[in-house]
């Protein structure tokens, strides 16, 4: 089922190829992964907005490392199983301006992992939600290695 958002949607989304399985916790995260590098910028007690939150894997790991987590997720099927672990997950495209303003404002850590390289204007998304930073906040992107053995092996596969 399409989300609700007015805008048009990216070519990449495809509800079916929806595909994160497993859980992550603080006990088996890898240090050395994306998620552990990621949540080693986010003190405890942050206030993190994850953008791409699907359903919501690594927002339950920021929730046991005591943060309080807005989500955003184009999913609504996602979406719905990350309310379990957010405060609050807002449902449809980030690029819609619509749904920016849904978004409330203070974070201390903004998150973008693996989902700037599937928006058409990353740049506009990253300007429009540097005013929902608190004073000294900041922003994390963490964005795919094409020459990682996990994506190559993905491409050679089709």
Not at 29 to 38: I, P
Not at 80 to 86: E, L, P, T, V, Y
Not at 103 to 122: N, Q, R, Y
């Amino acid at each position: 089922m399409p989300p609700k958002a007015s805008a048009k949607l990216s070519p990449w989304y495809r509800p079916s190829a929806f595909r994160y399985t497993g859980i992550l916790s603080l006990a088996n995260l890898e240090e050395n992964s994306s998620h552990g590098k990621m949540l080693s910028m986010a003190p405890p007690g942050s206030r993190v907005l994850e953008t791409g939150c699907a359903n919501g894997r690594f927002s339950r790991v920021l929730v046991e490392h005591d943060c309080r987590v807005v989500g955003v997720e184009l999913d609504e099927g996602a979406a719905s199983d990350a309310a379990q672990f957010c405060e609050q997950v807002i449902v449809g495209n980030l690029e819609a301006t619509e749904i920016q303003q849904q978004i409330p404002d203070g974070f201390d850590l903004i998150l973008f992992g693996d989902v700037l390289e599937h928006l058409a204007e990353p740049w506009n998304v990253l300007q429009a939600l540097r005013p929902k930073l608190k004073p000294g906040g900041c922003i994390v992107i963490s964005i795919p290695n094409v020459a990682h053995w996990d994506v190559r092996i993905g491409l050679l596969a089709g």
